[in-house]
Nanobody
């Protein structure tokens, strides 16, 4: 069992940047794939960025490609997943979740989820 805690959400103006963090506990947990998802009110949840942790391969949704960067850091007993978001747009407004044991931009029945962090982008 893994515990995921997201942070870093907030309110920004269009064109601004935010970096989301997802603390993984225990830090020794190694998921094959981890993903950032988002869900806006009235819309389906979508995977926006994924990382295959062994080789570092990343996958992005077309809507965020070239604006968002997913990364993972494992050092000093810390295991954290990041999502660097640049050039934010109002349509990026959503609750953002990190998940472990995913399949690229899709989740699995046994995927583990964090509680989410809200990102609001104003025009």
């Amino acid at each position: 069992q893994v515990h995921l805690v997201e942070s870093g959400g907030g309110s920004v103006q269009a064109g601004g940047s935010l970096t989301l963090s997802c603390a993984v506990s225990p830090p020794t947990y190694r998921a094959y794939c981890m993903t950032w998802f988002r869900q806006a009110p009235g819309k389906e949840r979508e995977g926006v960025a994924a990382i295959y942790t062994m080789g570092g391969t990343t996958v992005y949704a077309d809507s965020v490609k070239d604006r968002f960067t997913i990364s993972q850091a494992n050092a000093n007993n810390n295991n954290t997943l990041y999502l660097k978001m640049n050039n934010l747009k109002p349509e990026d407004t959503a609750m953002y979740y990190c998940a472990a044991d995913t399949a690229g931009l899709a989740d699995r029945s046994f995927s583990q989820w964090g509680q989410g962090t809200q990102v609001t982008v104003s025009s």
